[in-house]
């Protein structure tokens, strides 16, 4: 657990295909202050519009998570929040030059390279947790997404696809920044040919290719370099799991049990979070931290 919360060191410039429009999309990290939380930017717009990263103004459509305020909206948000839950990032202006984030190869691989590149900055204000102190379960007619008191960020997920290349697969993973990194943040999306296809006939998806997500036909995979690893759809669920749950503003502390779940679920289980205040508390919270001069650092950042 991290007892301060953090930034970046730096401003980072990111730019990549746009899959929805087929536009180059630009997207800004800026630093920000403590205490200001994530908040996502439409930079194209004028004035722009700023939409903060919470429960309340978060989507999910089928194979995406969207940030939306009013008739503006950001798509695709699900694998930068995974980087920044996983790298332990707390404030952050993210600025969007267009309706979508850019997938890049599919993964949160860019984003967790443009972040330990500059490195994060320290903030001298408590990083508060989510703690969950009561089980909580929701449904749907496919799976369950399970939460329960633990000390830190337990991950458990399946998936079943009746696919050859697929099938059932199971991963199980006790989060920390260094296994974030190294377990899931290469973990790339995958998608259908034959729904691809349908996509593009409809005008819905304009850009996108082998080289932003895992693509298979009816019997394999059709990138030619194969999986990164074999349980490579898997991992990647457990990515958007941890991107998912950023959408609580907050880190969580309890063990996730994910059933083939989807975005729709995992925003049913942070909203049910949310809501269900006797079932957690802030940790640490204000009342009980003890005040002590060794954590008054004498510059504040
Ligand atoms: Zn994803």
Redesign the pocket.
Known sequence: MELFQHTLAQKITLEGEGVLSGERIRVELCPAPPNHGLVIERADLNPPVRIPVRPENALAVPGAMVLARGPYRVVYV??LLAALNGLAVDNLLIRVFGEELPLFD?SAKNYVEAILGVGRRPQWSLRRYIRLEEEIVVRDEKGFVALRPAEGLHLSCVIEFPHPAIGRQEFRLDLSQERFVSELSFAR?FAFLDDLVALRKSGALRGGSLENAIVLDQHRVLNPDGLRTPDEFVR?KA??LV?DLYLLGAPLLAEVEAQKASHRLHLDAVKAVWEAVYAWRWYPSPAKVPFSPALQPAMAV
């Open positions: 699900e694998h599919g999306t990647h990515l958007d991107g």
